[in-house]
DNA sequence: ACAATCGTGTAATGACTATTACACCTTCGC
DNA sequence: GCGAAGGTGTAATAGTCATTACACGATTGT
């Protein structure tokens, strides 16, 4: 009767709970957020939060970690379908886009950074498994097309972090900072692309 | 008898307030830290926090815009001494690198993000008093070498966020993120501004 | 020195919330 | 239908901490 799966009961409550427990800490921030709140909002009750997560601090992790698992292919996708390389950035450009500056993402990563005072290692975790996953995968990207005989100027693992930071990390951190970001034109994310292909050596 | 100014006791008290709980607030975060540990460290009492700031935010407010309020002409100096566009990007770069890296300094970028779930605008006061003052320093700057007669690719605007993505966005939202980040080599940092001066045309 | 001002130390207030315990009721296999 | 397994709702536990109140002691201007 559910919309995807429907293996258990446990597996629908844990969808449930996961869920609201998703939308409160985009809007509340983890702190501010009671289990109260999140059972009033998914139904069930304080013991099965417990039973499930073990403790407030392991539904931040269910929550942030299935999230973060959502766009681990996306890069491979994108760099493996044989495009030129000016192309491939292209496409991957609007992607990164779409994906870093999207308003509930980019709580999230707030919500990363609040508790990673008090706990570092849960923010080195989510870290590589998003952005170093993504800076990886670009850097094999440009030392395939070096091995393919395109001429770079750069090694692919600066490449890799110049062009990130080009497209998206200065909006991102003013996103996460919560200044007004405005999702910046299509001129312009071609104007940073067009920038990018002319220091890389690749116009 | 104390380091600079002794104007009054209550501008001793001030300080000392104020340093205790920044230190406190870098090691433990705000939420973490009680005002009981801000006295125990400063001296003094409960009472007078309360008189000097109205309450734990008047605080925390005192102490973030201190330290964003030193570092404002930090731009104006450096591209206002008449070095060549290339010479002065090479200064900035090492001077933004020292910045925004500073251990410190992103852990109180990190408070400031965590509050912000609660409270955006103070976000977006510091996020003004900061990154927006040292964009729009660079972009005049760029503005008035176009008025010298040097041809850029590409607007002032443009150019001044993409210096400032390419050169620490990507590291200092590593760092904010708790990833591990090692300061820059200088033969890296040479080949970021060099990648920046072939896209923006100045080489 | 003196008195008034003002910071200090302590303790009380009041509210909040993660976590646990427990007694019902629903669900599912048979 | 039946009985066990396991959710559910409620309430108790227990600790924390911002904020306020208050009586005492130090400091300062005269």
Redesign the pocket.
């Known amino acids: 009767m559910t919309d995807e799966f429907e293996c258990d009961?446990?597996d629908r409550?844990r969808r449930a709970i996961t869920d609201a427990a998703r939308a409160l800490f985009i809007e509340q921030g983890f702190?501010?957020?009671?289990?109260?709140?999140?059972?009033e909002r998914a139904?069930?009750?304080?013991?099965?939060?417990?039973?499930?997560f073990?403790?407030?601090?392991?539904?931040l992790d269910a929550v942030v970690f299935e999230k973060a698992a959502s766009g681990e292919n996306l890069i491979r996708e994108i760099t493996q379908c044989g495009a030129s390389p000016a192309d491939t950035l292209r496409r991957l450009a609007a992607v990164l886009y779409e994906r870093f500056l999207d308003p509930d993402d980019v709580a999230l990563v707030r919500i990363v950074i609040a508790r990673s005072i008090e706990d570092a290692d849960f923010a080195r975790r989510f870290f590589e498994s998003t952005a170093m996953h993504t800076r990886r995968a670009l850097e094999r990207t440009f030392a395939q097309w070096e091995a393919q005989g395109v001429r770079l100027y750069g090694p692919p693992d600066m490449l890799a972090e110049v062009f990130l930071g080009l497209m998206v990390s200065d909006m991102q951190t003013d996103a996460i900072s919560h200044g007004v970001v405005a999702r910046p034109s299509a001129e312009r994310i071609a104007a940073r692309i067009e920038f990018f292909l002319r220091g890389a050596g690749l116009a």
């Open positions: 009961r446990l409550r702190e501010r957020t009671t289990l109260g709140q999140i059972v139904g069930g009750s304080l013991a099965t939060i417990y039973k499930l073990g403790n407030k601090e392991g539904l």
